[in-house]
């Protein structure tokens, strides 16, 4: 069996070691365990989509091209389907004709030399809840060689079920060609330890967060907002953490702040030039704006799936309440700072700046009102305060100041921002604010019926590279240990350094004191993925809970097939070990009658 047939196989939850000792007791030998993939049905002729009026022999705007092609290796030939990422192509429809239990597999084809960037295919069974994308950056130049490669898609029971494709539209709209879908039928003993192992909760230890924003992709419907949750189903997901605001922005209509949505006083355009953030800005605002106006808020369809698929849904509380300098946008201009400038932070020389703080009573009370607000109005199990987004909280403000004077007789401006006097006095302010939201939820979750989770997302010992900012927590007011220790927090989540692993050992032992779990976060950049889940490996070892991950994309190849069996720990180690193998790839020889095993340099490439 191939290292990549392995990997795939436990991308649909299998264990590989108990799948190979199942095979040998069942077929009797290593040999005939290797030939599980000959049993492989392909489906080469793409051309057998529905409705046959979204398929043409040329590039036509709305319709997918009819491509054929020739391999050299398995499958031999066939036809695809494909668009360029500018071709509008509809939804089309695979018929299966098959029965039973079997893995999917989607062979996708993603040319560079068409400089149309990366690809996504998006793939469901017929009575899915919503597409799975299966994503590809734009690929490495390649001047001798094309290939098809080969993505898992999902194992299911195909029983009177079709295939279903189709692609990314809008401002970051990309090209999809499928070339072929392979069926590799499953013994019974195979779907059993499948069941079994997607019946597991011990293993569901990872958290997962999304930042809400709805940023660069098109949301317009609520299966689009289903497809951020649906990848986590039969994973080891066992929570999702999905943001709600930004300081005092909310990305739903609110009562309390100020929704991110709001109207610009010059709109942007439709393709704004050269500039990827705004076209991505443009599009959260319009899916936001088009969905509220559907009466879809993506917070409440997003814990609604969650929790049919067993995972539980925080709400991500982002705490810096920052403003804005010009030029700001329109509703940064109606923003808590931008109406309260009296409640910003207060430099050391006495300087205010664009940022409230926490110091005063009124900050505290309308981030608690904001907390209050979607617990009540969305179905949540809790909420985490996300203090790595935002910090500092607060600077040398007049009640800081006031306070000082009062404990210590003295001028607080004359002590450095990490005195150890001063970070006792500031440690007052958030003590009191996690306080007070640990009672609100506790009012909440009474009239609910329910007890809500109160997490906190906090920074490690080194977390942040930044030398001229020292984010040590009792230098910004965090007194983490003190949280646990009063019993207001469920969990803590404690963020990794870039390179290497960096456990707080005594916060670590003060959560376990006070049974309140200490979940370790894995930072990504800076090293290989394979570097990364080494960070799990070793942070398990010392003794952590779980494992939260920042911004997951589950549609990366590259990195998912581990993560998303993160719980499995000795699965997690040997990965560490070995890596992601490659997907399963298939050289073209021709592609559109035209010769591509020569080398497509003379043909494809100017050279210039």
């Keep these: 069996m191939s290292a990549s047939w392995k990997m795939a196989l436990k991308v649909f939850g299998f264990g590989v070691a108990a799948l190979l000792a199942n095979m040998l007791m069942s077929h009797g030998s290593p040999v005939k365990a290797e030939d599980e993939s000959a049993k492989a049905v392909y489906l080469t002729d793409m051309s057998r989509c529905r409705p046959a009026t979204a398929l043409s022999p040329k590039e036509k705007q709305g319709r997918w091209r009819l491509i054929p092609y020739e391999t050299v290796g398995i499958p031999k030939s066939g036809t695809m389907i494909g668009a360029t990422s500018f071709v509008d192509a509809p939804d089309v429809t695979l018929p299966l004709n098959v029965t039973g239990w079997h893995a999917v597999y989607v062979g996708f084809w993603n040319p560079h030399y068409a400089y149309d960037g990366g690809t996504v295919v998006k793939v469901k069974l017929s009575d899915d809840p919503c597409f799975t994308c299966i994503t590809e950056p734009a690929p490495a130049m390649n001047m001798n060689a094309t290939y098809i490669k080969e993505a898992p898609f999902k194992a299911a029971d195909l029983t009177g079920r079709n295939l279903q494709f189709g692609k990314r539209h809008g401002p970051s709209a990309q090209k999809a060609y499928i070339a072929y879908v392979k069926l590799v039928p499953l013994s019974a003993r195979q779907v059993a330890d499948l069941k079994a192992d997607r019946a597991r909760k011990d293993t569901r230890v990872l958290q997962v967060s999304n930042d809400g924003s709805l940023h660069g992709y098109e949301f317009r419907t609520r299966e689009h907002i289903i497809e951020l949750v649906e990848p986590y189903r039969y994973s080891d ?11 005092d922005l909310t990305n739903y209509p609110t009562k309390v702040g100020t929704f991110v949505a709001g109207p610009r006083a010059v709109p942007i355009p439709a393709t704004p030039r050269n500039n990827s953030y705004m076209t991505g800005e443009k599009t959260a605002h319009d899916n936001f704006r088009s969905l509220a106006g559907e009466g879809i808020i993506p917070v409440a369809v997003a814990a609604q799936h969650a929790h049919e698929i067993g995972l539980k849904f925080d709400i991500m509380i982002r705490m810096g309440v920052s403003g804005a300098v010009p030029p700001q946008r ?3 201009k109606k923003g808590f700072v931008a109406t309260h400038p009296q409640f910003r932070q207060v430099m050391r020389d006495g300087t205010p700046v664009e940022k409230a703080s926490y110091a005063f009573p009124e900050v505290r009370n309308l981030m608690v009102s904001i907390v209050r607000e979607a617990a009540e109005k969305f179905d949540v199990d809790g909420v985490n305060l996300c203090f790595v987004r ?22 607080g401006r004359k002590v450095g921002f990490d005195d150890a006097k ?4 500031r440690s007052r302010y958030l003590n009191a604010f996690v306080r007070d939201v640990r009672r609100t939820l506790d009012e909440v979750g009474k009239k609910k019926g ?17 030398p001229a900012v020292n984010h040590n927590h009792r230098v910004l007011g965090m007194d983490v240990e003190h949280w646990i220790k009063q019993g207001w927090l469920d969990s803590v989540i404690s963020e990794g350094d870039w390179d290497k692993v960096v456990i707080d050992h005594k916060l670590l032992a003060v959560a376990k004191a006070h049974k309140c779990q200490f979940i370790f976060n894995r930072r990504t950049g800076g090293q290989s993925e394979v570097a990364n889940v080494k960070q799990w490996v ?3 070892s010392a003794g952590v809970d779980g494992v939260a991950v920042w911004d997951i994309n589950p549609q990366d190849l590259s990195i998912w097939p581990i993560i998303r069996r993160a719980g499995h720990r000795k699965e997690l180690e040997a990965a560490a070990q070995r890596g992601v193998p490659a997907l399963p790839s298939v050289r073209l020889k021709t592609i559109g009658g035209c010769d591509v095993l020569q080398g497509l340099g003379a043909a494809v490439y100017s050279g210039g």
């Design 237 to 247: 997901v066992g929570k999702l953490i999905w943001a709600v605001c930004y300081g």
């Design 538 to 540: 070793d942070a398990y």
């Design 390 to 411: 935002g910090p500092q909280f607060m600077a040398y403000e007049q009640p800081v100041l006031d306070d000082f004077r009062k404990e210590y007789g003295e001028d």
């Design 422 to 425: 001063m970070c006792e006095i």
């Design 450 to 466: 329910k007890r809500l989770e109160l997490s906190a997302w906090v920074l490690g010992p080194t977390s942040w590279p930044e």
């Design 330 to 332: 329109e509703w940064e």
